[in-house]
């Protein structure tokens, strides 16, 4: 028994079972297969503050502070690498974009300054008419790993149970309420269920059996990918990230080599519903020749983006939405089913502040200022078609999409 169960252990699942335990509820966690084998364990650890409207920058920045501050309220030390982030736009048209974010974000509280890109930007070479933005407070990660330990870390010292190898294979109801969840060695009864099953999020909300309407959960998972090259002196551990718009590329330095990601202008729509059950992020097809293709939009300027020697290359699946925003809160009509996802590529580091504020309303009973616009009903009916054809366009347009 527990007051939550928690149904998988990525960064959003990990998150939210930690803030429930902080506030003296018992928490289960069940994970299919190990805490952070996904999507989380793959990220590129970055955080970014300028974001594309208010709600979005204040959880961004919240979830920077609490990252920064970790230890003091979770007892576990966690390294987190104040590099600062420069953004650079190439284009008339993402010059202006990023004036517009930049003035916009500045109202919101990020401190933002334009800056020559050669004194600021680390391995990549400015050709002199970018426009280039520099965020002091941006941080990232060095390892994803580092934060799904730190969180395994945390939620063991306030007693949460971690099950690892323990598939979900129901959610099971009483009358019109969920009452727990059957995993395929346990019965766990609990009033509240937290789907954070990431790119299985659908299938998970769709174990809720009983007089509910069919559970959709708006999002479409696509791949997303990246390459690590091999140690190099041309990367300096203090460079800062570094994110070139018009290319939809981000760089940073990585194990003495340089990390480089891009977002594909056609990205690759993947449905675990449709793949047979043993299907993981192992078996995620990856393309290293289209990642280097786009990489070399940024050759001139950072050579080794697109040449160097490949120490890794990794990818997982990000579950997009409609609106690029997340989806977080009651499933309507399915009391006491919650979900915590619509990552949109951003999961790894929106995590803490969107685990406190799902907590928060799970507990209080309603939701802080705000956090009731990112519940799953607000797109009403939407077709899988939909929101394939919406969460590419989300996808490819990560860095120049317009406010919401
Ligand atoms: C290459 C790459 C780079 C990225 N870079 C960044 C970045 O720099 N910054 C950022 O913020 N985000 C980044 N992201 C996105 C980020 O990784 C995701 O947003 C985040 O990890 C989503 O977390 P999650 O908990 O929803 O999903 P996951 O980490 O996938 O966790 C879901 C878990 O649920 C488990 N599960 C599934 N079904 C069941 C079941 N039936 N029973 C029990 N458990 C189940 C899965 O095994 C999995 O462990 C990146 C993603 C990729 C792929």
Not at 164 to 178: C, D, K, L, M, Q
Not at 337 to 358: H, K, Q, R, T, Y
């Given at each position: 028994m527990a007051d939550v169960v928690v149904?998988?252990?990525?960064?959003?699942?990990?998150?939210v079972a930690l803030h429930c335990a902080l506030r003296d509820r018992s928490v289960v966690v069940v994970?299919?297969?190990?805490?952070?084998?996904?999507?989380?364990?793959?990220?590129?650890?970055?955080?970014?503050?300028?974001?594309?409207?208010?709600?979005?920058?204040?959880?961004?920045?919240?979830?920077?502070?609490?990252?920064?501050?970790?230890?003091?309220?979770?007892?576990?030390?966690?390294?987190?690498?104040?590099?600062?982030?420069?953004?650079?736009?190439?284009?008339?048209?993402?010059?202006?974009?990023?004036?517009?974010?930049?003035?916009?974000?500045?109202?919101?509280?990020?401190?933002?300054?334009?800056?020559?890109?050669?004194?600021?930007?680390?391995?990549?070479?400015?050709?002199?008419?970018?426009?280039?933005?520099?965020?002091?407070?941006?941080?990232?990660?060095?390892?994803?790993?580092?934060?799904?330990?730190?969180?395994?870390?945390a939620c063991r010292r306030h007693d949460v149970r971690i099950l690892?190898?323990?598939?979900?294979?129901?959610?099971?109801?009483?009358?019109?309420?969920?009452v727990g969840v059957?995993?395929?060695?346990n019965?766990i009864d609990a009033g509240v269920v937290v789907?954070?099953?990431?790119?299985?999020?659908?299938?998970?909300?769709?174990?809720?059996?009983?007089?509910?309407?069919?559970?959709?959960?708006?999002?479409?998972?696509?791949?997303?990918?990246?390459?690590?090259?091999?140690?190099?002196?041309?990367?300096?551990?203090?460079?800062?990230?570094?994110?070139?718009?018009?290319?939809?590329?981000?760089?940073?330095?990585?194990?003495?080599?340089?990390?480089?990601?891009?977002?594909?202008?056609?990205?690759?729509?993947?449905?675990?519903?449709?793949?047979?059950?043993?299907?993981?992020?192992?078996?995620?097809?990856?393309?290293?020749?289209?990642?280097?293709?786009?990489?070399?939009?940024?050759?001139?300027?950072?050579?080794?983006?697109?040449?160097?020697?490949?120490?890794?290359?990794?990818?997982?699946?990000?579950?997009?939405?409609?609106?690029?925003?997340?989806?977080?809160?009651?499933?309507?009509?399915?009391?006491g089913?919650?979900?915590?996802?619509?990552?949109?590529?951003?999961?790894?580091?929106?995590?803490?502040?969107?685990?406190?504020?799902?907590a928060?309303?799970i507990i209080?009973?309603?939701?802080?200022?705000?956090?009731?616009?990112?519940?799953?009903?607000?797109?009403?009916?939407?077709?899988?078609?939909?929101?394939?054809?919406?969460?590419?366009?989300?996808?490819?347009?990560?860095?120049?999409?317009?406010?919401?």
């Open positions: 149904i998988g252990a990525g960064a959003f699942g990990l998150s994970e299919r297969t190990t805490a952070g084998s996904q999507a989380s364990g793959r990220a590129a650890g970055l955080f970014k503050s300028v974001q594309a409207d208010a709600q979005r920058t204040a959880l961004a920045r919240r979830s920077v502070d609490k990252v920064l501050r970790f230890e003091d309220w979770t007892g576990v030390p966690l390294d987190v690498r104040r590099s600062g982030s420069v953004l650079i736009a190439r284009t008339g048209k993402h010059k202006a974009i990023l004036r517009e974010e930049a003035r916009r974000s500045r109202a919101w509280g990020v401190e933002l300054s334009e800056t020559s890109p050669a004194g600021r930007a680390g391995c990549y070479r400015a050709e002199g008419s970018e426009l280039a933005v520099w965020c002091p407070e941006d941080v990232y990660i060095e390892e994803p790993d580092g934060l799904i330990q730190a969180y395994l870390a690892e190898h323990e598939p979900a294979v129901a959610v099971t109801t009483s009358g019109r309420r969920v059957e995993t395929a060695h019965q789907d954070a099953a990431g790119a299985w999020v659908r299938q998970v909300a769709e174990m809720a059996r009983g007089p509910f309407p069919r559970t959709k959960v708006p999002v479409a998972p696509f791949r997303h990918q990246l390459l690590i090259t091999e140690p190099t002196a041309d990367v300096l551990e203090t460079d800062p990230v570094v994110r070139v718009i018009d290319a939809a590329v981000y760089l940073r330095p990585a194990r003495g080599g340089l990390m480089v990601g891009v977002f594909e202008a056609d990205p690759l729509p993947l449905d675990p519903r449709l793949q047979a059950d043993a299907f993981s992020s192992d078996d995620i097809p990856l393309d290293l020749d289209l990642l280097r293709k786009q990489a070399g939009l940024v050759a001139d300027e950072v050579p080794l983006a697109a040449r160097a020697a490949v120490a890794e290359h990794r990818g997982g699946l990000c579950t997009m939405t409609p609106d690029g925003r997340f989806v977080a809160g009651p499933i309507p009509d399915v009391p089913l919650w979900v915590a996802s619509g990552c949109n590529v951003s999961g790894f580091s929106f995590s803490p502040a969107i685990g406190e504020a799902l928060d309303w209080d009973g309603h939701p802080s200022a705000g956090l009731e616009t990112l519940g799953p009903a607000r797109f009403g009916p939407v077709t899988d078609e939909q929101l394939i054809r919406e969460g590419a366009w989300q996808y490819a347009h990560f860095y120049d999409s317009a406010p919401n």
